[in-house]
């Protein structure tokens, strides 16, 4: 009985990091590589409960934290206690990996738990140890801490927007990008979407409303068509 919990533990655990194939960090790796890999090097995989808060704003980042199972949320609260949303993180992406080193190595927003979760915890002494033994895992981070620079310079022009119906206009003309189509499928709900923009949902709802009727869009639940870009683009000014 021992020998079978032994074994369906060891298989468990072994198809939870060949999913790391997926992550960011790991790409181009074989699930075989990266197992071999963490076996050289200290880590703990940590399960954190639905809504259980993971980190706060401005705790040291020790670790590098890889979400193996669920999915958590980044979350600012401003000083009136309005929560807003800056994403969702599923597994098995990484966790504040451009915030790892540096002389402000800090959490900029609490992470919570959306579901239970199942995380990879490596120490940073680890995880630089993993760096020097393998390359790729070297190469992939500085992509990745390049791709959150770019990132966050988006957000922050997004979040300069005044208005909603600027924020709206952006949100879809960066949507409408390389694409065939004017016709925009939110992967989003209208609640989680005012969370995104850091907005009530009435107002975010009323705005779009406004854009329908002025003839800038046409809104059907989910699917918004754009009708008139350039002006829709004049909310950008």
Known sequence: MLQK?????IFERKSMFEKLIFCPLFVGLDGETIINLLNQVHHQI??????????YS????????????GSVKGEMVDFT???IKIEDIASPRPLAPAFLFGSQNSFPVNIVANTDVEMLVLPKSSFVQLMQINETILENFLSLISNRAQ??????RFLSFQTIKGKIAHYLLQAMKNKETDVILLDKSQKDLAAYFGVARPSLGRAI??????GCIEA???ELKIVDKLRLSEYLK
Request: glycine share 6%; charged share 40%; net charge positive.
């Open 46 to 55: 940590i399960r954190y409960k639905k809504e259980e808060i993971i980190a």
């Open 58 to 69: 401005g705790d040291e980042v020790q670790n590098q934290m890889v979400v193996l199972k």
């Open 151 to 156: 990132f966050l310079s988006n957000k922050i």
């Open 5 to 9: 919990i032994v074994k369906n533990a």
């Open 209 to 214: 409303r406004e854009l329908d009727h002025e």
């Open 220 to 222: 059907k639940g989910k």
């Open 81 to 83: 206690g309005k929560t």
